[in-house]
């Protein structure tokens, strides 16, 4: 442990140090502050900011540490960091000089929102960090596995994994078990996971057997493959840096980075078919399976990461359905109708977001006009989604008193503009109020009306492509930023230590200033 942090960097050393002291913990010379009062006598405490204090001061203070949970702590601290240097270090690699595989995992760590959603809390009791070596030969491996979860709501709040699949390149199913919870289960979200509570009657798998399968299939370099990932990873509390997310390598052309495209979608895309049926339950060998074959087709056919959003017919059924989606997990679906107003049915939505904190579900009426007068007649905060279309934000109360929120949208197509303009011109004819008006009136009216829908049409492309030229301006004035904070954290840490240093001689000067009047007097 000791060669660990006299080669660690300095920055993975001041994190250590703030982990120890959010949790209070003590080594043979106390805490962080007990052992500056006894290592440094001219400061003491009083600089007890540990990016302030140089590195050889924060690697004597986790010297102090003996007990073997706390070394753990500090070696999975740092093995973490080592992994996301090396994954860093062949990030910055010629492109040339990579492989296909390599240069999947690199457009997914260039993502915008991997540092945010690939942050785990790896330290915490539970969770396995794979060691990545520094072998050259190790961090160049091809080798791929994909993996896919299903997970539950337990009573405590928190999801715990049911079921975990993995394959490899040849789609060989290399592990298919499903997972005891481990704790009281609230929700096992059957209509979405496929799984009922007995089916995991007489379950013996723990989430730490499985972790130690992964680990044997991660060894030596191996890539890990899935679809928004970082869901999977943090249901198996294991932080692995070499990864590929396929919701992050393939992309709308026409839509921001933050709307990432389905499993299905990428799956009707790319690969010609869609993983289920709509309304069947999630498989997740099915979707580890189709994981993989969205990298293969990259890696093997040069297939393009850009893909065309899907625009759909829309079947008249539809539009007389609204959208109810970011509804909290705590809220059966039952109470939906303390929400919305009217005559309705709903139809949950199984989906892959489901699997955090929030489900979607449709709110069906009988006939386009109602769901068009209820939406109408919501009260609430009026916002655009990720994608540009209006929404509203809602406030509502449970039958327990408890507040919650939840967006409701339209589920209705521009393109079904033009044909409400005709079934209500159709309607107006058939009332006699257009008896005398000529069919070629009706028909520059509806010129008019598609014009304007162009027009709205390429504004809306306009916006997104304006929004999309703000989020790059976003990400690189952020890492200006943190490049300019650590300059000035590393200036203060240099003023800081020249202070000291000029405290010292003045002290000595006064000291030896006193001595020399003493032997005059």
Known sequence: ??????????????????????RGMSG?????KDFLNSHDKQLGASLSDPSRRSKEVLVAFLKTFTDENDLKLFAKVIQCHSNRALTELFKEESPQHESPEQRLVRLTLEHPQYPLEYSFPSYE????????KKKSRVMRSTNVIAVDCEMVLCEDGTEACVRVCVVDRSLKVKLNELVNPGKAVADYRTEITGIAAADLDGVKCSLSDVQKSMKKLLSHGTILVGHSLNSDLRALKLDHARVIDTSYIFKYSDASFQRKPSLNNLCKSVLGYEVREKGAPHNCLDDACAAMKLVLAVIERGCDTNILCLHDNVPDSKVAKLLLHRIPKIVPVGELHRAIPGEF??????SKNARGDTYSALAVFSSMEEAHRVYESLEGTLEKDSSGRFQ???TFHLSTGTEANLCVRKTMRDNSLGQLVKKRAAEMLDSGELKKLKASKIGEIEMEVVNQCD?????????????????????????????????????????????????K????????????KSKKF
């Open 1 to 22: 442990m000791e060669d660990q942090l006299d080669v660690a960097e300095k920055k993975v050393l001041v994190e250590v140090v703030k982990l120890a002291q959010k």
């Open 505 to 516: 001689i003045v002290q000595q000067h006064k000291e030896k200033e006193l001595r020399r």
């Open 455 to 503: 027009d709205n049409l390429k504004e809306i492309e306009r916006l997104k492509e304006e929004l999309r030229q703000k989020d790059l301006q976003i990400v690189n004035q952020r890492e200006d930023h943190l490049q300019e904070i650590e300059r000035l954290k590393h200036e203060l840490s240099r003023k800081d230590l020249e202070n000291s240093v000029l405290h």
């Open 125 to 132: 009791e539970g969770w396995v960090v794979t060691k990545l």
């Open 345 to 350: 049915t709903v139809e949950p939505k199984p």
């Open 28 to 32: 043979t010379k106390g805490v962080w």
């Open 392 to 394: 509203k934000v809602i």
